[in-house]
Every structure is written in structure tokens, then in C-alpha cells.
């Protein structure tokens, strides 16, 4: 695979568990499979944003 670093973050831009990244990458452990899939701060904030809590 010559973009490894792409395909796993496209992957988990996409919301597919790190686990399935890990065996679709052929990764022994989900630590290398973190260093691969990088998120970007857009990201990040998505995930916050679904958090429903009411502060009142």
C-alpha cells in the first residue's frame, strides 16, 4: 500500500473503528495503527459536537 498514512486516516475520517483499520492496515497492535491515523482538528471537534449534555 503505498499511502498508509492516507488510507487510514481517510478510514477513520470516515468513522470505521481503529480496530478494522488495524486488520485492514495488517497492523500487530491498534499503538501502530495510531500513529498512522492522524485526525484533524476539524475532526476532534466533530466528535465533541455529539455529545448532547445539558448544562443548565
Known amino acids: 500500500m503505498p499511502f498508509p498514512h492516507t488510507f487510514a ?12 483499520v488495524q486488520k485492514l492496515l495488517g497492523h500487530s497492535t491498534i499503538a501502530v495503527t495510531q500513529v498512522y ?3 484533524a482538528p476539524t ?9 448532547s449534555v445539558s448544562l443548565n
Do not use: D, N, P, Y
Open 9 to 20: 486516516t481517510w478510514l477513520v475520517q470516515s468513522e470505521v473503528g481503529i480496530s478494522e
Open 37 to 39: 491515523a492522524h485526525l
Open 43 to 51: 475532526e476532534l471537534h466533530r466528535a465533541v459536537e455529539k455529545i
